[in-house]
């Protein structure tokens, strides 16, 4: 049974960059797709990006200027970075193996 | 993007009851789309993928059909467990779009 978990700061100041880590556990990263999505506190869900674990990526347009995803086979992770982030990217980040397998997600709130 | 529209966005029903809820694509999804149960503070559940695979461990209660722009999620018999928010989700092509929800209450 494949498990993921978020990792990384819950509280980021605004025009700094958000970083999560998600480590899969109980299978390997190896030839799969993984993906962030987000939710604002009360609000619906927003797909952020998904990675090949070779290394090949697709981003929401809407984020694709300040979104980077990238991956770490030999340490079974991979990670998000969100630049310049604002108040709007206040939101439970959560990690997924498309679209089965999902981490608990993580609250990241944007303030100074 | 392909939009995603779910109706009604809120809905009360008794223990007990048949509930629909819908989703329409705003163009052609064949048949890519997800059914997620959501509940509060708990990450999503995916329930249906494909329009109407039913996933591994999630009752026979739930059914969902459809293709094309039209999608439908139906509980036959709705019990305490299911009170929660639902998603729909296009799979089709990116950026993938999830439905704004429908929170189901109990009456």
């Known amino acids: 049974q494949v498990q993921l978990q978020e990792s990384g700061p819950g509280l980021v100041k605004p025009s700094e960059t958000l970083s999560l880590t998600c480590t899969v556990s109980g299978g390997s990263i190896n030839n799969y797709y993984w993906s962030w999505v987000r939710q604002p506190p009360g609000k619906g869900l927003e797909w952020i990006g998904y990675?090949?674990?070779?290394?090949?990526?697709d981003y929401n347009p809407s984020l694709k200027s300040r979104v980077t995803i990238s991956v770490d086979t030999s340490k079974n992770q991979f990670s998000l970075r969100l630049t310049s982030v604002t108040a709007a990217d206040t939101a439970v980040y959560y990690c997924l193996k498309p679209f089965d397998y999902w981490g608990q997600g993580t609250l990241v709130t944007v303030s100074s | 993007d392909i939009q995603m529209t779910q109706s009604p966005s809120s809905l009360s029903a008794f223990v007990g009851d048949r509930v629909t809820i819908t989703c329409r694509a705003s163009q052609n999804i064949n048949n890519y789309l997800n059914w997620y149960q959501q509940k509060s503070g708990r990450a999503p559940k995916l329930l249906i993928n494909?329009?109407?695979n039913l996933r591994s461990g999630v009752p026979s209660r739930f059914s969902g059909s459809g293709s094309g722009t039209d999608f439908t999620l139906t509980i036959s018999s709705l019990q305490p467990d299911d009170f929660a928010t639902y998603y729909c989700q296009q799979s089709y092509g990116t950026p993938y779009t999830f439905g704004q929800g429908t929170k189901l209450e109990i009456k």
């Open positions: 494909l329009a109407s």
């Open positions: 990675i090949y674990y070779t290394g090949t990526t």
